[in-house]
């Protein structure tokens, strides 16, 4: 099979297929994400890097994506692309019906503000801040009044288990409560998608463990959650896994398929 | 971002790297002292010129007839002191002449003064004292109250008695300690009785005003004091309403007639005001105005490329937090008004500690020398305006360029 073709990635639904044909179409408003033949080239001194070549992913409210693939295939230019963090060069990309590759500076600061969180592999965690002031900086970008915002901070800190850690700066953390404050600073602002670039890579694998608890929580209670992961154990607790291989989606199927194809058993969770 | 929550961040992010930040705001800091210090300095010393010294010396609403000015803050040249010598001295006879060409209104005082050697029986060191000689009105035009004792009577003045008020110092010397009033000094074996003893004068630049003798322009001492009918100087008080111009210009023309001036010779006595008191050192503030202003801000164009620096170093520095920051939602005007706001207070601090220093500076030298220092409000709210100017200035490429950071790239940054 060729990836190199624009045909539909394997396993991809016909649903998915129809939505992202519609070129210059708003999707549906139970679509979260949909991007449209979305391009990254970064331009090397002549040499012109392709890390995606034409992503096409439809992704709805409430879903647990994983996506996999190897070393360099486009996972975080994908994530970062999704996040707002970085713009296409061709393609389109929209989020919640609103279309993202065409807007201003301040709207995707806006955005990735209101209905993005990001957790990253490196936590990327304010040094000098607590755990608390941390998770309150995108309040304080939303422009949240002071005592609203340590509520709010509270409260997701609260979530995911770390109401007396609050005061804490990040090296006073392990590096298991240290993601945590990450998420908690991800969802404070009730974001519409959950992204996690690898927030697993670097964490043993009890600490792993009990972050993909966290993010299995969060998706039973309804968070859309998108995760780029190496671990297939990891893979396993999404309810979808998208393979990227060379800057395109190799495939686009549910778990189960994707685990048997792999001969993992999917690992029981308490 | 709220403004309050920018300057907490600022503040924070200052007192962390105390020792940096205190080499960074040292320029604005200086720059400001400088110009806190030389505005005191200037602006006390100016206070003192026509308060003080001036002020002291020269009646309010008044002008002087006299030979050469006796206020010598001017040009002090050999060939201007030799033209001011070679003028004719002012004499008892120009008084009338002066005096008919007045309105009645106008009061004036003729006034000799020489230094004489006075004694008393309580005190047997002569001293060389100033004696004045007076026309009734003098007291009233120079503002100058007896705290003891009294004045000349009309009478007095007619018939030349033997009295005298004296100054403080004189009272405090001659007299042991015993009242002054009714007891006599000696000039040239003469008695005169003390009558008053006069408020005190002050001082200025460490000379006494309180060490003098004032007698009617009648008493015998008068010839003492202006032998060949000579006189010091005629005081001329114009009431607030009229015009000093005009009644100074009857003044000079009386006085060109008397000393047979043609139309094109300049005139050979002076009028002196406060104002013409004053002119050269307000030409001289003029200069050190421009000093102490030329120079802090050389120190402040040195503060403002030190900050840009130093906030271009911090951008770099702090790129991968800029990254975060824009991850999470910040604008580009947020990123940009984080730094402005931080380089803007750091160099308020510094213009803040300039002020302090430059206040403590101005008191030190006020304290090491006669020079007195006086605080200016407008000096302080120029320093922190033109600190807080300044930090926005220099924080402005820095900032910008923080703001315009890529998140992907900046997040990258280790
Ligand atoms: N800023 C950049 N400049 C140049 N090339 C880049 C840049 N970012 C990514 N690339 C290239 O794009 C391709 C995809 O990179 P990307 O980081 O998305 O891979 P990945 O799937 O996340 O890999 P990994 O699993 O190692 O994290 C790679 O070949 C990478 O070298
Ligand atoms: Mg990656």
Redesign the pocket.
């Known amino acids: 099979m060729s990836y190199e073709t624009v045909e539909a990635p394997l396993g991809m639904t016909a649903e998915r297929q129809a939505v992202v044909a519609e070129a210059g179409q708003a999707p549906g408003k139970d679509w979260v994400i949909v991007t449209r033949g979305i391009k990254r080239e970064?331009d090397?001194g002549g040499e012109v890097?392709r890390?995606l070549r034409g992503v096409d992913l439809a992704i709805m409210r409430n879903e647990y994506v994983a996506i996999m693939?190897p070393?360099?295939?486009?996972?975080?230019?994908?994530m970062n692309t999704i996040g707002c963090l970085d713009t296409p060069n061709a393609g389109e990309y929209w989020l919640n019906g609103q279309q993202v590759s065409t807007m201003t500076d301040d709207a995707l600061a806006r955005v990735r503000n209101k209905e993005i969180g990001f957790v990253f592999q490196t936590f990327n965690l304010l040094p000098r801040a607590t755990a608390l002031h941390n998770v309150e900086l995108p309040l304080v970008y939303a422009g949240v009044s002071s005592d609203e915002r340590k509520r709010r901070a509270r409260e997701a800190l609260t979530r995911v288990n770390l109401e007396d850690r609050m005061d804490h700066r990040p090296n006073e953390l392990s590096g298991g409560q240290r993601q945590r404050v990450a998420i908690a600073r991800a969802l404070v602002n009730n974001p519409s998608i959950l992204l996690a670039d690898?927030p697993t890579g670097n964490l043993d694998s009890s600490t792993s463990e009990e972050i993909m608890r966290v993010f299995e929580t969060l998706a039973d209670q309804g968070q859309t959650v998108i995760m780029?992961t190496?671990e297939p154990d990891i893979a396993a607790h999404a309810r979808r896994v998208v393979v990227?291989r060379d800057g395109v989606i190799a495939s686009d199927d549910r778990k189960s398929s994707f685990v048997e194809k792999l001969g993992i058993l999917a690992p029981t969770l308490k | 971002m709220p403004f309050l929550d920018a300057i907490r961040l600022a503040l924070q992010t200052i007192w962390v790297q105390k020792l940096k930040s205190f080499f960074t705001l040292l320029g604005v800091m200086i720059g400001v002292t400088f110009l806190i210090a030389v505005v005191s300095i200037v602006g006390g010393m100016s206070r003192y010129m026509s308060d003080e010294l001036v002020g002291k010396i020269m009646a309010i609403n008044s002008f002087e007839v006299r030979q050469r000015p006796n206020i010598n803050i001017g040009d002090n040249s050999e060939e201007h002191q030799r033209e001011l010598r070679r003028r004719p001295r002012i004499e008892e006879a120009d008084v009338a002449p002066i005096v008919a060409a007045l309105e009645p209104d106008i009061r004036y005082a003729a006034v000799g003064i020489g230094s004489l050697n006075a004694e008393s029986k309580y005190q047997l060191k002569p001293k060389a004292t100033r004696v004045f000689t007076v026309t009734p009105d003098y007291f009233d035009i120079k503002r100058m109250a007896p705290v003891k004792g009294r004045l000349f009577s009309p009478q007095e003045y007619e018939h030349g008695s033997n009295v005298i008020v004296i100054g403080q110092d004189v009272a405090k010397y001659y007299f042991n300690g015993l009242e002054p009033l009714g007891r006599e000094l000696i000039v040239k074996g003469l008695p005169y009785t003390v009558v008053g003893v006069m408020e005190t004068q002050g001082s200025a630049f460490g000379q006494s005003f309180d060490q003098f003798i004032v007698a009617p322009h009648t008493s015998p001492l008068n010839r003492l004091v202006n032998p060949h009918g000579l006189i010091n100087s005629i005081i001329i008080q114009v009431p607030g309403q009229r015009s000093m111009v005009s009644t100074m210009e009857n003044v000079r023309e009386v006085m060109r007639i008397r000393h047979h001036l043609r139309p094109n010779q300049k005139d050979n006595f002076e009028l002196q005001t406060s104002d013409s008191a004053l002119e050269f050192w307000n030409k001289i503030k003029s200069y050190l105005v421009i000093a102490g202003v030329a120079l802090p801000a050389i120190g402040l164009v040195v503060g403002a490329i030190v900050i840009m620096n130093i906030m271009l170093v911090a951008v770099a520095e702090r790129t991968r937090e800029i990254g975060i920051r824009k991850a999470l939602g910040a604008k580009r005007r947020d990123i940009m008004s984080q730094f402005l706001v931080e380089s803007a207070t750091l160099s308020t601090l510094g213009a803040a500690l300039g002020v302090a220093t430059g206040f403590a500076f101005a008191k030190v030298i006020s304290m090491l020398s006669p020079l007195p220092a006086a605080v200016e409000l407008w000096s302080v709210l120029v320093g922190i305006s033109i600190g807080a100017g300044v930090g926005v200035i220099a924080g402005v490429y820095p900032a910008s360029r923080a703001s315009r950071l890529d998140p992907?790239t900046a997040l990258r940054q280790e």
């Not at chain 1, 070393?71 to 994908?78: A, D, E, R």
């Open positions: 970064y090397m890097v890390a693939g070393s360099g295939s486009g996972k975080s230019t994908l690898e780029v190496h990227l | 992907i």
